[in-house]
């Protein structure tokens, strides 16, 4: 069974950067789309911030965080990375990685998610 596990989250500073990382075990790595969405306060669905494909790394990017996040990942250690600069209050949420066999935005399409990690972003 796939298993995520996100690190990194906590209290940052408005204007700083965001780095996030996603473990996975128990699948195959290499063949895995991997997503990242967050849930912000208050808010029931996810949203999503962005996805890295399986094939050739192909990244694509929500409007939210186009042009200040990046998505990569290490074949090697099994693992994926999430960093967003310029952030914002309305940053502050839980972070989620999420896998799939879809190369998808739709939430709905992944079916293996990690427990979430909390970051707040203090003005």
């Known amino acids: 069974q796939v298993q995520l596990v996100e690190y990194g989250g906590g209290l940052v500073q408005a204007g700083d950067s965001l780095s996030l990382s996603c473990a996975v075990s128990g699948g195959e790595f290499k063949y895995l789309n991997l997503a990242w969405f967050r849930r912000s306060p208050g808010k029931e669905e996810r949203e999503f911030l962005g996805?890295?494909?399986?094939?050739?790394?192909?990244?694509y990017y929500g409007d939210t965080v186009k042009g200040r996040a990046s998505i990569s990942r290490d074949n090697a250690k099994n693992t994926a990375h999430l960093q967003i600069h310029n952030l914002t209050p309305e940053d502050t949420a839980v972070y989620y990685c999420?896998?799939?066999?879809?190369?998808?935005?739709?939430?709905?399409?992944?079916?293996?998610w990690g427990q979430g990690t909390q970051v707040t972003v203090s003005s």
């Open positions: 999420a896998a799939s066999t879809w190369v998808t935005i739709l939430e709905s399409r992944y079916f293996h």
């Open positions: 996805r890295i494909t399986a094939t050739e790394s192909r990244t």
